[in-house]
T-cell receptor, first 115, second 115 residues
Framework: AQSVTQLGSHVSVSEGALVLLRCNYSSSVPPYLFWYVQYPNQGLQLLLKYTSAATLVKGINGFEAEFKKSETSFHLTKPSAHMSDAAEYFCAVSDGGGSQGNLIFGKGTKLSVKP | DTEVTQTPKHLVMGMTNKKSLKCEQHMGHRAMYWYKQKAKKPPELMFVYSYEKLSINESVPSRFSPECPNSSLLNLHLHALQPEDSALYLC??????????????FGPGTRLLVL
């Protein structure tokens, strides 16, 4: 079975500071991992995904994530936060069981950016 | 173009009304999904269509009735809803069903309020 755990339901950073959003996964098969962002009253937008091609994955808007098998982690980072990064972020793993391809989401982390 | 469109953006309905939500994509995707999202929660999968056939129903009450008239269009028919069904309803699509590395592209959602 697959699952993801996002540590911290709310993260607050100052503008220009490092953003670190944590995601740990559990998977009985090699995982495919995704980070999505959701701005208020909008749908989900893919930031980046890991599909085993490279452990460091670069995404849109300056975000990147590193897949660490030994730590079962896929944390999302951005060197310098912008006010426009304030949103809800979801980590997800692709189901490898009977419902292959379906996404299993973490509970989400709300990112606040202070001026 | 990676756009999934949803109409209407907002919907208010009484418990005796019948209404429909519409989702459209023109990316040639053969998997389409309905999700329900309550405030401050991740999306919950409701239905999956693979090649225009219903492949997954996550034990959704019969007052929600999905329909896939063709490969580009997905509807969700609503009847006799309850106030607790008020939520953001998200549609998504992906290129091929059952492939774990596929990205799901989300629409902007329909905000539903049941009075």
């Amino acid at each position: 079975a697959q699952s993801v755990t996002q540590l911290g339901s709310h993260v607050s950073v100052s503008e220009g500071a490092l953003v670190l959003l944590r995601c740990n996964y559990s998977s009985s098969v090699p995982p495919y991992l995704f980070w999505y962002v959701q701005y208020p009253n909008q749908g989900l937008q893919l930031l980046l995904k890991y599909t085993s091609a490279a452990t460091l994955v670069k995404g849109i808007n300056g975000f990147e994530a590193e897949f660490k098998k030994s730590e079962t982690s896929f944390h999302l980072t951005k060197p310098s936060a912008h006010m426009s990064d304030a949103a809800e972020y979801f980590c997800a793993v692709s189901d490898g069981g009977g419902s292959q391809g379906n996404l299993i989401f973490g509970k989400g982390t709300k990112l606040s950016v202070k001026p | 173009d990676t756009e999934v469109t949803q109409t209407p953006k907002h919907l208010v309905m009484g418990m005796t009304n019948k209404k429909s939500l519409k989702c459209e994509q023109h990316m040639g995707h053969r998997a389409m999904y309905w999700y329900k999202q309550k405030a401050k929660k991740p999306p919950e999968l409701m239905f999956v269509y693979s090649y225009e056939k219903l492949s997954i129903n996550e034990s959704v009450p019969s007052r929600f009735s999905p329909e896939c008239p063709n490969s580009s269009l997905l509807n969700l028919h609503l009847h006799a809803l309850q106030p607790e069904d008020s939520a953001l309803y998200l549609c998504a699509s992906s290129q091929a069903p059952g492939r774990r590395q596929e990205t799901q592209y989300f629409g902007p959602g329909t905000r539903l309020l049941v009075l």
